[in-house]
Nanobody
């Protein structure tokens, strides 16, 4: 069964770093644009970043711009989200999702979703 699996979450102190991975099984990630989303307790899910399948162009929400970096390694069928200078407000469950095509600000119809990985930023 085709699926996405996130990993790399955990507990980190403010100012610390984490790298999340999003790995696809049973389908080729290179054909898909990938978005990262997060949902904090009591809040709606929000888009964080995405990377295109056509030219690997990227988009970042203003809340993470300059601190997060999205990248892809098609040979490993994996997309990464490097998160630096983490803040307590980055605490959330982070999800990746795959779409064949995305529009402005990572909008589009996502075909696959991962189960999420918890990121907690706290001292």
């Amino acid at each position: 069964q085709a699926q996405l699996v996130e990993s790399g979450g955990g507990l980190v102190q403010p100012g610390g770093s984490l790298r999340l991975s999003c790995t696809a099984s049973m389908f080729t990630l290179a054909y898909y644009a990938i978005g990262w989303f997060r949902q904090a307790p009591g809040k709606e899910r929000e888009g964080v970043s995405c990377i295109m399948n056509t030219d690997s162009s990227t988009y970042y929400d203003d809340s993470v711009k300059g601190r997060f970096t999205i990248s892809r390694d098609n040979a490993k069928n994996t997309v990464y989200l490097q998160m630096n200078s983490l803040k307590p407000e980055d605490t959330a469950v982070y999800y990746c999702a795959a779409a064949t095509k995305l529009g402005k600000h990572c909008s589009g119809l996502y075909d696959y979703w991962g189960q999420g990985t918890q990121v907690t930023v706290s001292s």
